[in-house]
């Protein structure tokens, strides 16, 4: 079974895996559902102040991941998630980046 790792990104500070690893916790954090993300832009005055698109998770994720893990091996696969938040903490949409390794 290859090694796991997880990137976490907020949906609503920066914009955010398969049913194998939902409800499963890596590296602390807690995986929700499989995600199925929207695009989605905010707007003051009719002005757009913030957005994100989906297609740009993966590569934020993949970037993130070689910062925090310079050097790492392969990665096999990756799976977007939702985060689950544990009971009576905050909330708000966050996904979960779950590497697959080639480690093993």
Do not use: K
């Not at 916790?25 to 559902?33: A, F």
């Not at 957005?51 to 970037?63: I, K, M, T, V």
């Not at 799976?79 to 009971?87: A, M, Q, S, T, V």
Request: glycine share 8%.
């Amino acid at each position: 079974m290859a090694r796991l790792a997880c990137v976490v990104m907020a949906l609503v500070v920066l914009a955010g895996c398969t049913n194998a690893t939902s409800g499963a916790t890596i590296d602390g954090w807690l995986v929700g559902p499989p995600a199925t993300c929207t695009d989605w832009s905010e707007t003051a005055d009719g002005v757009v102040v913030d957005h994100a698109s989906c297609a740009d998770l993966p590569a934020a994720a993949d970037r993130a991941f070689d910062v925090r893990e310079p050097g790492h091996v392969p990665v096999v696969s990756t799976e977007l998630h939702e985060r689950r938040w544990p009971p009576g903490t905050c909330c708000g949409l966050q996904y979960v980046q779950v590497f697959r390794l080639a480690d093993g």
